[in-house]
């Protein structure tokens, strides 16, 4: 059984195995030895202990996981050996190039590089991580904040979901290179200054790396696993086919990258127009945005307009804001989470949005719960065998409308109080054995109870007049606006006397019905006849008689034909000729002649 080791490493506890405990020390020992003279060594130090520490947490599940010999091999892989990196071309700058890196592929991370900052760093970690200068970048904001005026958003939500690059890991990882101990060790010295060294620590420095790596070779030469040697030669076998897989998975990362732009730019272009229509709606009370009469009168709940937009935003924005986060995450690996406090509330937040759309939908829809009529019937000064013209009449406001629709406007009276318009008119003829004709004018209208329903019925107003024989209708109605938009609608139920002569006006085809029957003898397509009033029909006076007609139709071929007219039925063929008309029915062919009339019925044959 092994013992285990608990170690502090940059900040951060871990437990380790004794023996990968002694081979990180020795790792460690030999650094420190790497850097005894080199400015800067502590920070060096200090950094490459904090990467090491990262490396380890990620391939830590949870707190009690014991770090063994493997994980250690796989960090000393990546950081590389200290005896890799001792020579340097800045020391020597006439020699060649000695440098060996270790074999680990350089993975960019997007930081936010605040040394290159003007306000938060954004455009500066974009610029490293896509390869491109921080100026192209910043335009780019620019643009994006006077032309579209989405910028601001963007660069904030960067700014708050994208980590900055505080110590030297990671700003090595923000320009793409691997974070071993060379690039730590010469990204510190290029932030001291990079200073001087003379040839007397040059010197040392190479005698210290000579000892070591004799040191190191003959420790190497007394750990070789000859077991773990043979297995790699093995392993080459399949290197055709781990490149088949890495393929495979570069598209596959292109792809995901793809979705990745695609769920960022669907999420920030919804939460942008919601922001900008919804809050733009919800201040009406304070800035009275023009047209928006029209949503208050709609709104017969009386539901507050900045509560149904601040519900409705959250409702609607708070998943687009997860998709949008989700599409970073796609594309950038080290993203920083908003944390589990920040995804609660949000899914609160958006569950009492719902919550109260919810309410806000059941409380508008009680608003038409109850629908109510209210009619007013009067007699016109029409008696049977009169004659009347039926015609609507519009105005100004209705821009002289004569089509009927549910669809509703809002203006100003002639004494300009805010009134409610619209055209939900429908015509309906009935006879009656009265002596004289009557129009029932039916106002309907809904609330949410009776009273309230039948209040709002009795407040629409509607005129009409008869002049010279002339029944002028308004092809509207009209309402307060305070009545609110509730489905005001008219049924105008004309009976006229039997015997009366009608003529309806072409304009008031939208408003008659589309079928007769015994409770509406007129249709749209009875308009501009004289129409005589009948028991529960109508007679058309003017209408043209149906004309006869001819029909030439070949039968059987060419020389075949029927012809059928006001004379009668005539059929010819080649071998037959048939003729129906007033004066009987006659069949001749060559064989024989057939004639039945008033006389009887005659039959001649050609031998006969």
């Known amino acids: 059984m092994n013992k285990t080791v608990n170690i502090n490493l940059a900040g951060i506890f871990f437990h380790i195995d004794e023996d990968a405990y002694l081979k990180l020390q020795r790792y460690l020992e030999a650094i420190k030895r790497s850097f005894t003279d080199s400015q800067g060594r502590s920070e060096i130090i200090s950094d490459i202990e904090a990467r090491i520490a990262e490396l380890f947490n990620e391939r830590v599940e949870n707190n009690k996981q014991v770090i063994g010999i493997k994980q250690v091999d796989e960090v000393i892989s990546i950081m590389g050996q ?150 790699k030669v093995k392993s080459s076998s399949s290197a055709f086919f781990d490149t088949i897989g890495e393929i495979f998975m570069f598209f596959f990362k292109i792809f995901a990258k793809f979705i990745g732009v695609l769920l960022i730019f669907i999420g920030a272009v919804t939460l942008i127009s919601l922001i900008v229509g919804l809050l733009s709606v919800g201040v009406v009370d304070i800035i009275r945005i023009p047209g928006i009469d029209f949503v208050e009168i709609a709104n017969a709940g009386n539901t507050p307009i900045w509560v149904v937009s601040l519900l409705t935003l959250f409702a609607v924005g708070i998943p687009f804001f997860f998709l949008f986060y989700l599409g970073l995450k796609i594309l950038i690996n080290n993203l920083k989470s908003i944390g589990n406090a920040a995804k609660f509330t949000l899914l609160g937040v958006w569950l009492i949005a719902v919550v109260g759309l919810f309410v806000v939908g059941i409380r508008e829809a009680s608003a038409h719960a109850f629908d109510e009529t209210f009619s007013e019937k009067t007699e016109l000064n029409i008696k049977a065998n009169d004659s009347l013209r039926i015609k609507m009449v519009s105005n100004d406001i209705m821009h002289h409308n004569y089509y009927r629709n549910h669809a509703f ?182 064989e024989v002649k057939v004639k039945i009339d008033s006389d009887g019925v005659e039959i001649k044959s050609k031998d006969n």
């Open 409 to 590: 406007k809002v203006a100003s009276n002639e004494n300009g109080e805010k009134t409610i318009y619209n055209s939900d008119i429908r015509l309906i003829i009935r006879s009656t054995t009265d002596s004289v004709a009557s129009l029932n004018v039916k106002k309907n209208a809904d609330g949410r109870d009776y009273q309230e329903a039948i209040d709002r019925a009795k407040n629409i107003n509607y005129n009409y007049s008869l002049d010279n024989g002339t029944l002028y209708l308004d092809a509207f109605l009209s309402t307060a606006a305070e009545n609110k938009f509730s489905d005001q609608e008219l049924d105008l139920i004309l009976y006229l006397p039997e015997g009366t002569v009608a003529n309806f006006h072409n304009n008031t085809r939208s408003f008659l019905g589309y079928h007769k029957s015994s409770n509406d003898i007129v249709s749209g397509n009875d308009t501009g006849k004289l129409l005589l009033i009948v028991e529960e029909d109508i007679e058309c006076l003017d209408c043209p008689e149906e004309d006869s007609f001819k029909v030439d139709v070949d039968v059987h071929d060419e020389s075949s034909k029927v012809k059928i007219d006001d004379e009668g039925i005539e059929i010819k063929g080649d071998d037959v000729e048939i003729k129906i008309d007033n004066n009987g029915i006659r069949s001749e062919s060559e």
């Open 82 to 231: 200290p005896e890799d990196y001792l020579v340097d071309d800045e020391i020597f700058e006439d020699e060649p190039t000695t440098t060996r890196r270790p074999k680990s592929a350089p993975s960019k991370k997007l930081f936010r590089d605040a040394d290159n900052s003007y306000i938060g760093g954004v455009s500066s970690g974009l610029g490293h991580y896509f390869g491109i200068d921080a100026i192209w970048i910043r335009l780019a904001w620019i643009i994006l904040i006077f032309g579209a005026g989405t910028g601001v958003l963007l660069y904030i939500l960067l700014w708050i979901l994208v980590p900055e690059a505080k110590t030297t890991a990671e700003k090595i990882m923000m320009t793409g290179e691997p974070v071993n101990i060379s690039n730590i060790e010469k990204k510190i010295k290029d932030g001291l200054g990079n200073v001087t060294e003379t040839v007397s620590d040059v010197a040392k420095n190479v005698s210290d790396t000579v000892s070591d790596a004799a040191k190191n070779v003959s420790d190497a030469a007394k750990n070789v696993d000859f077991k773990k040697q043979t297995n």
